[in-house]
C-alpha cells in the first residue's frame, strides 16, 4: 500500500505559478512512476505530467514549457512546479502513483495504481 497526502493548490490570477507537492509513504520502495493527472468540469482525468523510476519525464503538449515536474532525492516526494498559468488550467490536480513488484521466481511484475485526494487549482481574474 501507498499513501498519498498532496499539498499547493490554490487560486491565483492568469500568468501565476503555483507549486503542488505530493508525498507518498508506505511501500515506496515499489514506487515505479509519479505524477499528475487533472480533470477540468465536465472533463476526464487527463495526464500533465509524469516520472519514471528510471528519471524519464513526460508532459501533456498543453503544459509543456510552463510546469516542470521533479522529486526529491528519496524518490519519495512529487512536485509540479506550474508557471504562466492559464484560465484553461483551471482542475482538481490528482497525484499519481505505479507499483511495479515481482511476485514470483520467474520475474513476473504486479503493478498497482494509487491516487491522491485531489488539490484544486483555479485560475482566474
Same mark, same amino acid.
Given at each position: 500500500?501507498?499513501?498519498?497526502? *498532496?499539498? %499547493?493548490?490554490?487560486?491565483?490570477?492568469?500568468?501565476g505559478s503555483l507549486r503542488?507537492?505530493?508525498a507518498a509513504s508506505g511501500r515506496i520502495s515499489d514506487i515505479n512512476k509519479m505524477g499528475?493527472?487533472?480533470?477540468?468540469?465536465?472533463?476526464?482525468?487527463?495526464?500533465?505530467a509524469i516520472v519514471t523510476r528510471s528519471g524519464n519525464i513526460?508532459?501533456?503538449?498543453?503544459? $509543456? %514549457? $510552463?510546469?516542470?515536474?521533479?522529486?526529491?532525492n528519496p524518490k519519495t516526494t512529487v512536485y509540479?512546479?506550474?508557471n504562466n498559468l492559464k484560465p484553461e488550467d483551471t482542475a482538481l490536480?490528482?497525484?499519481?502513483? *505505479?507499483?511495479? $513488484?515481482?511476485?514470483?521466481? *520467474?520475474?513476473a511484475t504486479r =503493478?498497482?495504481?494509487y491516487w491522491?485526494?485531489? =488539490?484544486?487549482? =483555479?485560475v482566474s481574474s
Open positions: 500500500q501507498v499513501h498519498l497526502v *498532496e499539498s %499547493g493548490g490554490g487560486l491565483v490570477q492568469p500568468g503542488l507537492s505530493c499528475w493527472y487533472r480533470q477540468g468540469p465536465g472533463q476526464e482525468r487527463d495526464l500533465v513526460n508532459y501533456a503538449e498543453s503544459v $509543456r %514549457g $510552463r510546469f516542470t515536474i521533479s522529486r526529491d509540479l512546479q506550474m490536480y490528482y497525484c499519481y502513483v *505505479e507499483t511495479r $513488484r515481482v511476485v514470483n521466481v *520467474e520475474g =503493478t498497482m495504481d491522491g485526494q485531489g =488539490t484544486l487549482v =483555479t
